[in-house]
């Protein structure tokens, strides 16, 4: 019987042993082995934190700071060692270039177009030879070769904007104002006589990768007084990021959702899909007669094609993915940060404005996000500064800017290079550039919604809210004509079309997060909180963070076991590789922050008026949970990672989610192994061998 009753004690004993390693494994897993919904569930957790809850309070970030400085240094343009490209291209027309000929004498050039097959792959057209400039008909994209007759050769590769793009249908409501009475058609008359000259603003959206907004400043500081002081730019110093990386910036930009509220589209996962299930903002623009173009560089690192599965279909109406793909092959040996003979930021850059140019008369959308200079570098971007100004000037000078909206942005400040190891880099990071220069006759037609963004500009925004103001953008240059009858106490019940948003299959998102959106065209309150924009406290700038001493007796046990913690979350999310990822060790820890909740939250009891404008004071918040943030390095590799931990005050035990770890120096070869098997964890992985 005794022997009986051990046995029993004994398989107690090992199924809570394994319920626990479980239960850590849940905590500790990737989020891509988790059901989403749980992650999110952990995610709300947090945001919905009483620590997280403060009125927003920007830090105060010197734009000079010693710290910070000591990495910056001046950069030469970027030079391009190849002869001179014998072709460009005009809109739709490519040409040998005058200059070329004048030297050579006759050229004859062969043209074949590069047809996109999908994300990956590319054909070829039907080779043309011929003297006269080439038509682009099948695709933006040509490879050239070309001879003269003095038996000299070049070949290289083209772009321009192709001619046989069908245009959208335009909806149009005049039909329907033909059964409105006179004085209802003469307002909508007036309406149409102040709109722009093209009947919807154009937007044009051009990102740099990892450019915080004082990066910005410092290395590309003649693009910034131009943009903020010649075309009147609003800089959003409020702008805030929610999520680790570029997707994590972007998709809630151009969809309005988080990664894991839309449909499974990672490589890794059985069952994917491509990312076209995705409602991305551009379909909506496209809805209205706009032509749009979407144009990422790096096609290796492609925000919707190195974790995930691409687009089945060309989500755009140009897309020069194709392009950059087909320069790795065609154009090997270009000089760095080149095709051919040009910097490829100058690519983007003029197939964006030709891009404008080719559409003058029909409204355009075009998000051109370019990474080649500021992904791994703080300093390189600076070699585009007098090119990005020079741009923008050019715009200017053609009147492209007339009757659009110029967002100037980047998706985070940089995760990598040795500013990031400070602690104002770390800030920073949290806290991108992002601008909007909005026409004047915007500012005319809706002096109240121009008047609302401007008083937002020190508020705290979001990806989301960006959303959101476009969507509003769409709404405000579509007044049904219900809106205008209602103006005039005119009931019509015509059924005239709408713009319905965007809306993909199968997308379900929590109550909290139904709110988390504010149109910048609105007024954003002065107290919003992280909480309320759906940031985790990880991700906050604006929170109340005080430094610790690494020696101070109070914290030395629970910062060693934060830093434990952190460890211990890494090694087991590569449980599972661990033949190719070695076990990491702590080596030290470089600094700790712990939050220290606004004393006006604590106290913040109740409203003590009926209108909500005093406050009860007298409230005592009890706080179950303390935050720290950490930098610990670990062995081998020396990684740097950073996180926040959650320490339980009456259980003592800390707590890491996976997605609040940021590998902050570059992991270099150390992830080969790893980097095509199993990319998102090319952070955590340090390869044996």
């Known amino acids: ?120 792959k590319a054909r070829f057209g039907r080779t043309v030879r011929i003297k006269e400039p080439y038509v682009l008909q099948e695709s933006d994209f040509v490879k050239v070769a070309c001879r003269a007759e003095s038996g000299q050769r070049w070949h290289g590769m083209a772009y321009g904007i192709r001619d046989t793009v069908q245009r959208p249908v335009v909806p149009n409501l005049s039909a329907n104002l033909a059964v409105l009475p006179p004085e209802v058609i003469a307002q909508a008359q007036q309406q149409m006589q102040d709109l722009p000259t093209s009947p919807f603003y154009n937007v044009l959206i051009f990102g740099l990768d990892s450019m915080s907004r004082n990066a910005f400043m410092r290395k590309l500081p003649r693009s910034y ?32 959702y988080t990664e894991l509220e839309l449909p499974e589209t990672r490589k890794r996962m ?46 755009t109406d140009h897309y020069l993915r194709t392009y950059y793909m087909q320069a790795l092959n065609i154009l090997s040996g270009s000089s760095p940060h080149c095709i051919g003979n040009q910097p490829d930021h100058l690519v983007m850059m003029d197939y964006t404005k030709n891009f404008m140019l080719k559409y003058r008369d029909a409204p355009r959308f075009v998000f051109s996000f370019h990474g080649g200079l500021s992904h791994d570098s703080i300093n390189l971007v600076g070699a585009a500064d007098d090119d990005v100004h020079d741009w923008l000037v050019g715009l200017k000078e053609k009147s492209l800017l007339d009757d659009t909206i110029l967002i100037f ?105 139904r709110g988390r959106a504010i149109s910048l065209f609105e007024p954003i309150p002065s107290n919003r909180s992280c909480a309320d924009a759906y940031i985790e406290p990880h991700w906050c700038a604006c929170l109340n963070w005080l430094p610790l001493q690494l020696n101070d007796t109070r914290y030395e046990g629970i910062l060693l076991k934060a830093a434990n913690s952190i460890v211990d979350t890494i090694n087991a999310a590569t449980t599972e590789r661990r033949q190719l990822c070695a076990p990491l060790q702590l080596l030290r820890i470089n600094w700790a922050l712990r939050l220290q909740p606004h004393r006006e939250m604590l106290q913040f009891k109740s409203n003590s008026d009926v209108d909500g404008f005093l406050a009860n004071m007298n409230g005592q918040t009890v706080i179950h949970d303390e935050l720290y943030q950490l930098q610990i390095v670990t ?38 192994c790893i980097y095509e098997r199993d990319p998102e964890l090319r952070k955590f992985c340090y390869c044996r061998g």
């Open 225 to 256: 007084a131009y943009l903020t002081k010649h075309l009147g730019a609003i800089v959003l110093t409020g702008y805030n990021i929610v999520g680790d990386g570029t997707p994590q910036a972007l998709i809630p930009l151009l969809t309005g």
């Open 270 to 315: 059985p069952g994917s899909g491509y990312v076209d299930a995705y409602p991305m903002i551009w379909q909506d623009f496209a809805r209205l007669g706009y032509m749009t173009s979407f144009n990422e560089d790096l096609p290796n690192v492609g925000t919707f094609t190195y974790r995930m599965n691409g687009f089945d279909a060309q989500p």
């Open 635 to 672: 062995q081998p590799g020396m990684a740097l990672y950073e996180a926040s931990v959650t320490y339980n005050l009456h259980q003592f035990s800390t707590t890491t989610k996976l997605s609040d770890v940021s590998r902050v120096n570059q992991y270099g070869e150390q992830a080969n």
């Open 1 to 120: 019987m005794r022997f009986a009753r051990r046995g029993v004690q004994k398989c107690v004993l090992v199924s809570c042993v394994l319920l626990m390693f479980f239960t850590l494994y849940m905590l500790n897993e990737q989020p891509q082995n988790v059901d989403k919904s749980l992650t999110i569930e952990i995610m709300e957790r947090s945001i919905r934190s009483a620590m997280n809850r403060g009125e927003c309070r920007q830090p105060h970030l010197p734009l000079d700071n010693p710290d910070i400085m000591k990495f910056y240094e001046p950069v030469n343009k970027i030079s391009c060692d190849s002869e001179v490209d014998w072709v460009t291209c005009e809109k739709s027309i490519c040409f040998v270039k005058p200059e070329i000929s004048a030297i050579h004498g006759e050229i004859i050039c062969s043209y074949t177009d590069i047809i996109r097959k999908s994300d990956y």
């Open 409 to 513: 942005m980047a998706d985070h400040g940089n995760r990598f290079a040795d500013v990031r190891a400070t602690l104002q880099g770390k800030q920073e990071e949290r806290l991108p550039f992002f601008s909007f220069t909005f026409p004047e006759s915007f500012k005319k037609r809706f002096p109240q919604e121009y008047n609302n963004f401007v008083a937002n500009k020190e508020r705290l925004s979001t990806p989301f809210d960006v959303h959101a103001t476009l969507m509003h953008l769409i709404q405000l240059q579509t007044p049904s004509i219900d809106e205008i009858a209602a103006e005039n106490n005119y009931d019509n019940t015509i059924n005239e079309p709408k713009t319905v948003p965007n809306q993909a299959k199968d997308i379900h998102i929590s109550e909290m997060a």
